[in-house]
T-cell receptor
Framework: GNSVTQMEGPVTLSEEAFLTINCTYT??????LFWYVQYPGEGLQLLLK?????DKGSNKGFEATYRKETTSFHLEKGSVQVSDSAVYFC????????????FGTGTKLQVIP | DADVTQTPRNRITKTGKRIMLECSQT?????MYWYRQDPGLGLRLIYY???????NKGEISDGYSVSRQAQAKFSLSLESAIPNQTALYFC?????????????FGPGTRLLVL
């Protein structure tokens, strides 16, 4: 079956530091890949996505590239802010008729001033 | 107003009680989902519905039931709550379409079963 593996958190960074959150996946076929973010007390919301190999998703300064050869979709940001403190979920959606989404366990990011 | 709303936001109940969690959406989406979130386990799918007449079990449906009263409403019931159903529950929606679609989440219901 499909699976998503994320680096365990929490990750604590100082403001303006570089962020990488690793994500690797196992899937049959060619899934779409997503990063969702969950701010404290809220539901998940889409941060960015990529639908095919070598695509780069980007939003709010965050980027992730769909790497089929390494089955990875690592999240990066060049300079984090306190407002980026949240839980980040990597996810994949397979290409079958039913849009089943498999989520990783989430990585908590804390950015300190 | 939020596109996906959940009620209640917090609930404390006792073992053996029947409770219902409700979800409403104004996005006009056909597909609706119920997930639970547990620390260290991420989100797991309980039930999903493609439309009012189509309801399907997810990976952890035991102990739960659902009702799709209308396109906009999808309720989750715990027939006889037990402590290991203590979790954060999310409703989500998506449009009819392919694997690249985004899911839109409600704010969640935090449930504590004593």
């Amino acid at each position: 079956g499909n699976s998503v593996t994320q680096m365990e958190g929490p990750v604590t960074l100082s403001e303006e530091a570089f962020l990488t959150i690793n994500c690797t996946y196992t899937a049959t076929g060619y899934p779409s890949l997503f990063w969702y973010v969950q701010y404290p007390g809220e539901g998940l919301q889409l941060l960015l996505k990529a639908t095919k190999a070598d695509d780069k998703g980007s939003n709010k300064g965050f980027e992730a590239t769909y790497r089929k050869e390494t089955t990875s979709f690592h999240l990066e940001k060049g300079s984090v802010q306190v407002s980026d403190s949240a839980v980040y979920f990597c996810a994949l959606s397979d290409q079958g008729g039913y849009q089943k989404v498999t989520f990783g366990t989430g990585t908590k990011l804390q950015v300190i001033p | 107003d939020a596109d996906v709303t959940q009620t209640p936001r917090n609930r404390i109940t006792k073992t053996g009680k029947r409770i219902m969690l409700e979800c409403s959406q104004t996005k006009g989406h056909d597909r609706m989902y119920w997930y639970r979130q547990d620390p260290g386990l991420g989100l797991r799918l309980i039930y999903y519905s493609f439309d009012v007449k189509d309801i399907n079990k997810g990976e952890i449906s035991d102990g739960y039931s659902v009702s799709r009263q209308a396109q906009a409403k999808f309720s989750l019931s715990l027939e006889s709550a037990i402590p290991n159903q203590t979790a954060l529950y999310f409703c989500a929606t998506s449009e009819t379409g392919g694997a690249q679609e985004t899911q839109y989440f409600g704010p969640g219901t935090r449930l504590l079963v004593l």
